[in-house]
């Protein structure tokens, strides 16, 4: 049966409560097991709804608490809705947050939605991105929220998938659009001993990014190691067998125009020549 509980999203923004909201704000629901101030959960059926609180497995993104959603044997169809926020330019346009799966093999996905008129799940009618599935570690997320200068909306996180296991959810932050937007989903694709491609979502018009690379664990200095970059994906040459790596990257909007550095995203080149795996013996006779 329909349950809705009605009680009454980067850094450096204050924490504001209303039921408007047109400034910055960070939810990053440090309040305990209770559904913060402002916020809806929707619970379509099943008994495992949107909970607030210490991850069981591993950590939150920052803080001590998250906002988690666990498996059920049914397709979820969970809403996790912010307040009502009023989309001003240059104040409140820009959607941040960062999610998580527990597992690389039990992935949860999720969709964002997004209502012009009100809270309730028939409301939600436009799509702003999904289904997203979040690898098994903190992943950052930005989107645009410039089509809707001037209203007043709802985001809504609806968990969507069946009889995976947990999804992750931390540091919700409605945010000023900055003139050279971040990228942000950094990745790391064929990865050879020597070699990756490296890539990420540009969020703005950039051309051309900045990449740090270094050894897992190190900490940035800001001095690009590959500087004026213009293809993403990018390929990295020079690497080093069986080392694990951190990069970072930034967009070069031009004019000295740069965003902050994004990162680190993580990634291992393998051996040269990897030892065989997986061995087997089949069709045995008694000679051979």
Known sequence: ????????????????FSSNLSAQFTEGFEGGATVPTGWTVINNGGTNEWKFGTPPTGSANSGSNAAYIEFETDAHDDYLVTPQITVT????????FFAKNESSTFVEEFNILISTTGNAEADFTNTLDGPIAPPDSWNEYI????AYIGQDIYIAFQAVSAD??????????????????????????????????LDWTENGSATLWDIELGAVGFTPTGTPTNTGVTTNPFNLTGLTPETDYDFYVRSDCGGGDESTWVGPFSFSTPATCPAPSTLNASNITATT
């Open 164 to 197: 995976r296991l947990r999804l992750y959810l931390d540091d919700i932050s409605i945010e000023a659009m900055p003139t050279c937007p971040e990228p942000s989903t950094l990745n790391a694709s064929n990865i050879t001993a020597t070699t990756a491609d």
């Open 1 to 16: 049966m329909k349950k809705i509980l009605l009680k009454s999203m980067l850094f450096l923004s204050a924490l504001v």
């Open 143 to 146: 989107y645009n929220l410039s």
């Open 89 to 96: 330019a240059n104040t409140s346009d820009r959607l941040r």
